[in-house]
Every structure is written in structure tokens, then in C-alpha cells.
Antibody, heavy 117, light 110 residues
Framework: EVQLVESGGGLVQPGGSLRLSCEGS????????MIWVRQAPGKGLEWVAN????????YYVDSVKGRATISRDNAKNSLYLEMNNLRAEDTALYYC??????????WGQGTMVTVSS | QSVLTQSPSASGTPGQRVTISCSGS????????VNWYQQLPGTAPKLLIY???QRPSGVPDRFSGSKSGTSASLAISGLQSEDEADYYC???????????FGGGTKLTVL
């Protein structure tokens, strides 16, 4: 079965850090761009970052630039998102997704990040 | 507010045809293909339409997409109660160097 499973979310204080993980299975992970998308409670979808197969291209939304690092380990079929200096506005459900030639065709179930004191 | 503009809500009765629009600019919809996602309550988004008008395997042909200039549309014909969901358009923005989503349209089946 083709699937993505996120982990690493939780409650963190403002200014804190968190590392999210996403493990893929059932497909050749190394062949695809991967992406993180977040959804604040009751709000819409927001792209956070994406990464090319060999990490040679990486892009971030402006609101996380300098605070987030996306990376991957193709040997472990895993995608990561490290976020530092977390703010209340980073509170969201974070999804990882597979980018299949521009369409995000496989999504994980999401991992919740709550930034609060 | 979102780079791509969608009406916050839409509605229709079973069997009806509904259209959801997505408006952008020359740097996003005008230059790149558009995808549509369906998000049922409490679930992850699902790819509904890619490359403006292509349906992934398993998506009923009741769903169709189109693009003209800097706008795109999702049409749902033969509306069913299970179509009640949030719908999002998305595309790459050449100026922002990133993916952009519409704000989402909540479809209610009356």
C-alpha cells in the first residue's frame, strides 16, 4: 500500500523547536519531489516547503524562511521538517505529501503542532 | 488573504451542477497548470484534478476542470451528498517561487 505517515508533532512553547518526520512506503520515495503543507485549525491549506529528489532544489514559504529546514533521507524513505523559533501562528496540522509531476497525489494523515505557553 | 481567490462557499441540490472558480494572476494560473483538491471533513486532502483537467484514477467523471487565462474552474455534475467538502485550487507561482493555494470553497449539498 502506498502511504505516508507523519510523526513528531506535539505541544511546544513559543520560541521552541520541533522536528517532524514523514515516512513513505509502497513507492520509490527517491523518485519524487516531496512537500510539507500545513492547515491551521479551521483554516485553509498552506504550502510550507518542498524538496527535490536529490535535495538540489528547496523552497520555503516566506513565513518560515530562516526558521525551517526541510530535508530527506532517501535510504530511509523519510522526509523531515525542522522548525525553530516557533510562533503561535505555526500552530497547525502538518501534512507531508508526494508531488507527482505537480499534483500532490499521496498525503499523510497529518501531525499536529501546537505552539503555546 | 490567499494568492488565489475562491468564493468561500457554494451550494447545490442533489443532481445539480455546481461550478467553483479560482482566480489568480499571470505569475501563477496564467503561467502554470492548476490542480484541485477535495478535503472531506476530518480527513487529509485528496487530489481531484491535476494539470487543469486531468482526473486521477478513481475520480468520477462527474468532476471536471478547466482553465482560461488567469482563472480556473472545477465543475461537479450530478451533485451527491458525499460531495459535501472543502475544495482547494493550487498552482505554482513563478514570482513567489512557491506553491499557492486558494482559500478554499466549502460546498454544501442542500
Amino acid at each position: 500500500e502506498v502511504q505516508l505517515v507523519e510523526s513528531g508533532g506535539g505541544l511546544v512553547q513559543p520560541g521552541g523547536s520541533l522536528r517532524l518526520s514523514c515516512e513513505g512506503s509502497g513507492f520509490t520515495f527517491s523518485s519524487y519531489w516531496m512537500i510539507w503543507v500545513r492547515q491551521a485549525p479551521g483554516k485553509g491549506l498552506e504550502w510550507v516547503a518542498n524538496i527535490k529528489q536529490d535535495e538540489s532544489e528547496i523552497y520555503y514559504v516566506d513565513s518560515v524562511k530562516g526558521r525551517a529546514t526541510i530535508s530527506r533521507d532517501n535510504a530511509k524513505n523519510s522526509l523531515y521538517l525542522e522548525m525553530n523559533n516557533l510562533r503561535a501562528e505555526d500552530t497547525a496540522l502538518y501534512y507531508c505529501a508526494r508531488d507527482n509531476q505537480g499534483g500532490f497525489d499521496i498525503w499523510g494523515q497529518g501531525t499536529m503542532v501546537t505552539v503555546s505557553s | 488573504q490567499s494568492v488565489l481567490t475562491q468564493s468561500p462557499s457554494a451550494s447545490g441540490t442533489p443532481g445539480q451542477r455546481v461550478t467553483i472558480s479560482c482566480s489568480g494572476s499571470s505569475s501563477n494560473i496564467g503561467s502554470n497548470t492548476v490542480n484541485w483538491y477535495q478535503q472531506l471533513p476530518g480527513t487529509a486532502p485528496k487530489l481531484l484534478i491535476y494539470s487543469n483537467n486531468q482526473r486521477p484514477s478513481g475520480v468520477p467523471d462527474r468532476f471536471s476542470g478547466s482553465k482560461s487565462g488567469t482563472s480556473a474552474s472545477l465543475a461537479i455534475s450530478g451533485l451527491q451528498s458525499e460531495d459535501e467538502a472543502d475544495y482547494y485550487c493550487a498552482t505554482w507561482d513563478d514570482s513567489l517561487n512557491g506553491w499557492v493555494f486558494g482559500g478554499g470553497t466549502k460546498l454544501t449539498v442542500l
